[in-house]
């Protein structure tokens, strides 16, 4: 069973920065495309950021110029660097393969950013 722990969130001010860590289990990580999403209460799950096995990147308009996404293919993690948090991140934080979800879902991480 393929696994994923989401690590990194927390408490910060606006403007503040976070970085986030994605940990995988089994053999598919290095050669999947992997993303990050966040979830906030009563929305969907949305797609934030990808990153191909190659460490090619894509972003969403809203974490554009803000959030970096990078992966260590040797410690099977994936990395979300977030910059100039606004209050409007606040989310659970989850990764996963993309676009399928090959990952059992991880319990994600909670970031909440205070104005």
């Known amino acids: 069973q393929v696994q994923l722990v989401e690590s990194g969130g927390g408490l910060v001010q606006a403007g503040g920065s976070l970085r986030l860590s994605c940990v995988a289990s089994g053999k598919i990580f290095s050669r999947s495309t992997m993303a990050w999403y966040r979830q906030t209460p009563g929305k969907q799950r949305a797609f934030i950021a990808t990153?191909?096995?190659?460490?090619?990147?894509n972003y969403a308009e809203s974490v554009k110029g803000r959030f970096t996404i990078s992966r260590d293919n040797a410690k099977n993690t994936m990395y979300l660097q977030m910059n100039s948090l606004k209050p409007e991140d606040t989310a659970v934080y989850y990764c996963?393969?993309?676009?399928?979800?090959?990952?059992?879902w991880g319990q994600g991480t909670q970031v909440t950013v205070s104005s």
């Open positions: 990153i191909t096995s190659g460490g090619s990147t």
């Open positions: 996963n393969s993309h676009p399928l979800f090959l990952y059992t």
